[in-house]
């Protein structure tokens, strides 16, 4: 019986200490791009998760949208990544934006904004429909900054999210996610102290 108590008490002792150990996180492409393509729209996956990137061009005097071709500038460093056509170095200006489609998949992104130089600025706002413009009611959490690195938490829930630029010119570098999978040596260790916990509980009552 004694036997009994202190293995059910180290099984839950392992059970407890045990956090899950995620793989390491995963990376949206951009350089699979086909720029010879001119597409508007293109998808890319990482892992489980898929996106939809989607060219736009703001008419100021019009006040409308036309969708414009993506381009991907290859560079080192923050020097390369996804763009579009018709601005100068294929780079997204300040009455341009990628839109990216999430679908109805949510999932934490970090981005990296590259090709920004002293006079350059990215602005981001999210949206629950297409073809939304920053200026329109429709962009959620307008956000601009200079820094490489950003955090797309205020977006978290958001359908779609806006990358464009509020001066100068931007890229896209990467987009990157945390993997949902835990590694494999995590799992085992779960299944194998929830296998022990059962049969001792299954001895005591019987």
Not at 69 to 93: D, E, F, R
Not at 179 to 202: D, F, R, Y
Request: charge should be negative; proline fraction near 4%; hydrophobic fraction near 40%.
């Amino acid at each position: 019986m004694k036997t009994n108590h202190f293995a059910l008490l180290l099984c839950v002792v392992l059970l407890v200490l045990v956090t899950p150990s995620w793989a390491d996180p995963i990376s949206f492409d951009f350089s699979t791009f086909n720029n010879s393509s001119g597409a508007t729209s293109a998808t890319f996956t990482a892992g489980p998760y898929t996106l939809v990137a989607t060219g736009y061009t703001y008419n100021w005097y019009f006040h409308s949208l036309s969708e414009t071709p993506l381009h991907y500038t290859s560079g080192s460093g923050l020097n390369g990544g996804l763009g579009l056509t018709n601005y100068n170095n294929q780079q997204i200006g300040v009455n341009q934006f990628i839109q990216l489609d999430l679908g109805s998949m949510q999932f934490h992104l970090v981005g990296v904004i590259g090709s920004i130089q002293c006079s350059d600025a990215w602005s981001i706002w999210g949206s629950q429909s297409a073809d939304c413009w920053r200026g329109n009611n429709c962009a959620l959490n307008t956000m601009t900054g200079t820094a490489s690195t950003v955090d797309f938490t205020p977006w978290n829930g958001d359908r779609y999210i806006n990358i464009g630029a509020s001066s100068g010119g931007v890229l896209i570098n990467s987009l990157t996610t945390d993997n949902p999978v835990p590694e494999p040596s995590t799992i085992v260790l779960l299944i194998t102290g929830l296998a022990a916990m059962s049969t001792i509980i299954k001895k005591r009552m019987f």
